[in-house]
């Protein structure tokens, strides 16, 4: 079994011990990963390439951009394990059409 769906079940266990899934609703999923796709953006968005590079080497922009990129995996795998979609074989289909729509440059 591959990381991706054993996070998808430890995140159906964590929200089955708490009685989450009555919340779990793809629309609410989708509007949970959005707002934390929002907290990602909000560490870096007024920082220059220069300060951001600089916070990443001195260590608390790291950890807070691990954080909020865990918020938003974390809503992602669980999204798309209620909806049945399989994250890895999406992305990798996804891939395969920009493949297409976006040749290289010969």
């Known amino acids: ?9 430890r995140l159906q ?6 009685d989450w899934e009555q919340y779990h609703t793809p629309k609410n ?3 949970a ?3 934390e796709a929002g907290e990602l953006v909000a560490e ?7 300060e951001t590079k600089a916070g990443l080497a001195e ?3 790291k950890e807070r951009l ?3 990129a865990a918020d938003v995996m974390l809503y992602l795998v669980r999204l798309t394990d209620m909806c049945g979609i ?8 996804k891939i395969e059409r920009n493949e297409t729509r976006f040749p290289p440059k010969s």
């Open 1 to 9: 079994m591959d990381s991706v769906a054993r996070l998808g079940e």
């Open 13 to 18: 266990e964590f929200a089955a011990a708490r």
């Open 29 to 31: 999923l989708a509007m």
């Open 33 to 35: 990963l959005s707002g």
């Open 44 to 50: 870096l968005q007024w920082l220059s390439d220069d």
């Open 59 to 61: 260590g608390p922009l």
């Open 66 to 68: 691990a954080d909020e």
């Open 86 to 93: 399989d994250l890895i074989e999406a992305a990798n289909a």
